[in-house]
């Protein structure tokens, strides 16, 4: 068992339909890239969930963390003018 | 594969109405329109910053100021979803910054007129904002898919700029005989040129044929430039504003409005750089990407001092 490996992780996006965004599936186990798109496909898209498939090795990613997530995302918090319904639209105006 | 089995590859694609993707065959014009297009498209969200950038510490209320920075913040955010979409083509973004700088790559016309008064900040969000969406909210159907998935998240993010120009020429049209008169002189003076943000009338339009069999566009100039009339006018209307055109007419049989000869003379002459404001906007541009190169210094130093941070 002293050289047992599960091999690298790898995180896997699919596409499901031509056009859409790669959105993130879950992770596979692999060798190379080659590998990682092959297990993509078998344990992701058995179903036909997939037009396209993007992996790349976890070691990549960074991620912010759940501890910081209050103080990360408050600048966006307080800037309800980022959004139409904050503005007052004339009585009558069409297609705004 | 050549480029005869590229061409009826990527054709076939297109014939079917799916997206094209980064690694899929296409033809190398393709390509190149749409760096070109796209690049152009980056240049001028991050060129347009600049006219209303002007007005942040002049804005009349601390209300106008936050709205007025978001704004900006935006624009800035949307050349950087397009310069990555560009990016995805096969070119840096080093080399789209030098086209820009050398003038090799232009930016919308429109960035090269001066916002002189608050009310233009309000004709910009308004018309300019205005025309742009009703452009870009065509571009959602483009074929090449990283520019369409950048089409929907703009047009999502964009919904306020058009209202808050808006909002502003409302408030000033309910203001003072001067504030009146200031928002209609801001329209006179930007009506025209976003008339022209569509481009040359259908029949004069140099790039539209391929735009068209490619699927990048969907919809002629002439048939955005009407769009964004036939929905402007009553907007007007409603806040007491006069369009600044004699010819104004609605038509019945088209059930949309003619309008008058648009002045295509300026228009060139302000393409080519002798517009109010296209030595000033470059200079901006350069002066600044300069005076930043510290940071992109120090950010790589800092890299190569812990690479794994």
């Known amino acids: ?96 | 594969m050549d480029a005869t089995a590229v061409q009826a590859v990527f054709q076939d694609k297109i014939e079917q109405d799916l997206k094209i993707e980064p690694k899929d065959p296409m033809p190398d014009r393709y390509r190149a329109h749409l760096i070109r297009q796209i690049s152009q498209h980056a240049h001028s969200e991050v060129i347009g910053m600049q006219p209303e950038g002007n007005w942040i510490t002049r804005a009349p209320s601390l209300r106008a100021k936050q709205i007025l920075l978001a704004k900006i913040q935006d624009e800035g955010g949307h050349g950087l979803y397009l310069y990555s979409t560009a990016e995805t083509l096969g070119i840096s973004r080093e080399e789209m910054i030098e086209q820009l700088q050398t003038g090799k790559a232009k930016y919308s016309n429109i960035f090269n007129y001066p916002a002189l008064t608050w009310a233009d900040i309000g004709a910009i969000g308004w018309l300019v904002d205005g025309a742009a969406i009703v452009n870009q909210v065509a571009l959602q159907r483009t074929s090449y898919g990283p520019y369409a998935r950048a089409m929907f998240r703009i047009c999502k993010e964009e919904s306020f700029h058009q209202r808050q120009g808006y909002e502003i020429m409302a408030n000033m049209m309910k203001g003072t005989t001067e504030q009146r008169e200031m928002a209609q002189d801001a329209m006179n003076r930007w009506w025209w040129p976003a008339l022209m943000m569509f481009g040359p009338h259908d029949k004069d339009s140099a790039h539209s044929g391929d735009a068209f069999k490619w699927r990048i566009k969907r919809k002629t100039n002439d048939e955005l430039r009407q769009k964004f009339i036939d929905k402007t006018v009553q907007q007007a209307e409603v806040i007491g504003l006069t369009i600044p055109d004699p010819d104004l007419k609605w038509n019945e049989t088209k059930q949309g409005y003619d309008h008058g000869e648009i002045n295509w003379e300026e228009f060139k002459r302000v393409i080519n750089g002798n517009g109010p404001c296209n030595k000033q906007r470059m200079e901006h541009h350069i002066r600044y990407h300069e005076e930043g190169a510290w940071v992109r210094e120090a950010a790589a130093a800092y890299h190569e001092k812990f690479p794994t941070d």
């Not at chain 1, 996006?13 to 596979?28: E, L, P, T, Y």
């Not at chain 1, 918090?77 to 639209?89: A, G, I, V």
């Open chain 1, 1 to 96: 068992m002293a050289n047992d490996t599960q091999l690298a992780l790898w995180e896997v996006f699919i596409q499901s339909k031509s056009g859409g965004h790669h959105v993130h599936a879950g992770s596979v186990h692999a060798s190379d890239y080659k590998m990682a798109l092959q297990n993509a496909r078998d344990v992701y898209t058995r179903r036909n969930e997939g037009s396209s498939i993007w992996v790349a090795p976890s070691s990549c990613f960074s991620a912010s963390g759940p501890e910081e997530a209050e103080m990360f995302f408050d600048p966006a918090e307080d800037k309800l003018y980022r959004h139409p319904t904050f503005y007052t639209m004339p009585e009558g105006a069409k297609q705004i």
